[in-house]
């Protein structure tokens, strides 16, 4: 069961424009949102993060949103850089009450393509 | 010091082998994880550490054995693994505050494991 998806598997875009990756989850007990970049020969590097009581959370060129409703969160990547190309997954984190000791469920990944 | 290192990058074991993986961190981190990593797949969790007790074992097979001997290294050991089991190992640390783990996880570069 894929608690967390990223149904696109790549996204190419020219460097300059606008990067949206995004991420849809089908438990409504998740209640935080981070993203991870992934280099070749890399661990994920954590990249931004939003709690489900907020529905945007910026971070220089970087943007996440959240819509609760429709259980969806996307990364927005303005300008986007050929350095940002990397895989970039989406993950939650059910804190249940402190017990989840930081569990993370992770999305497939998007790997996204920045040209010059 | 934002790092955490893991040795080997690589390994190669045959399925009688035993071997183990090490991770270490100084961030002061009292969370510490493994996850494994097949191609194209998400980081899927192993097992949690905190305060250098097993909190979370995610039903993984006992031939892999953590141990978390101080509040800076962990090791994964290894015996009698199947062809399987050849993935990407990664290493992940956290705060701990509050009687909870922080959401936002450190990983390491990963060892490549190769089981022959």
């Known amino acids: 069961d894929q608690q967390v998806k990223q149904n696109s598997p790549s996204l190419s875009v020219q460097e300059g424009r606008i990067s949206i990756l995004n991420c849809d989850y089908t438990n409504s007990m998740f209640d935080y949102f981070l993203w991870y970049k992934k280099y070749p020969a890399e661990g994920p590097t954590f990249l931004i993060s939003?709690?489900?009581?907020?529905d945007k959370n910026e971070d220089g060129r970087f943007t996440v949103f959240l819509n609760k409703s429709a259980k969806h969160l996307s990364l927005h990547i303005v300008p986007s850089q050929p350095g940002d190309s990397a895989v970039y997954f989406c993950?939650?984190?059910?804190?249940?009450?402190?017990?989840?000791?930081?569990?993370?469920?992770f999305g497939q990944g998007t790997i996204l393509t920045v040209h010059p | 010091d934002t790092e955490v290192t893991q040795t080997p990058k690589h390994l190669v074991m045959g399925m009688t082998n035993k071997k183990s993986l090490k991770c270490e961190q100084h961030?002061?981190?009292?969370?510490m994880y493994w996850y494994k990593q097949k191609a194209k797949k998400p980081p899927e969790l192993m097992f949690v550490?905190?305060?250098?007790?097993?909190?979370i074992n995610e039903s993984v097979p006992s031939r892999f054995s953590p141990e978390c001997p101080n509040s800076s290294l962990l090791n994964l050991h290894l015996h009698a693994l199947q062809p399987e089991d050849s993935a990407l190992y990664l290493c992940?640390?956290?705060?701990?505050?509050?009687?909870?783990?922080?959401?936002?996880?450190?990983f390491g570069p990963g060892t490549r494991l190769t089981v022959t």
């Open positions: 550490y905190s305060y250098e007790k097993l909190s």
């Open positions: 939003i709690s489900s009581i907020k």
């Open positions: 993950a939650a984190s059910l804190n249940a009450g402190g017990t989840s000791y930081g569990k993370l469920t």
């Open positions: 992940a640390s956290s705060h701990w505050r509050l009687g909870t783990a922080d959401y936002e996880q450190y």
């Open positions: 961030m002061g981190h009292r969370a």
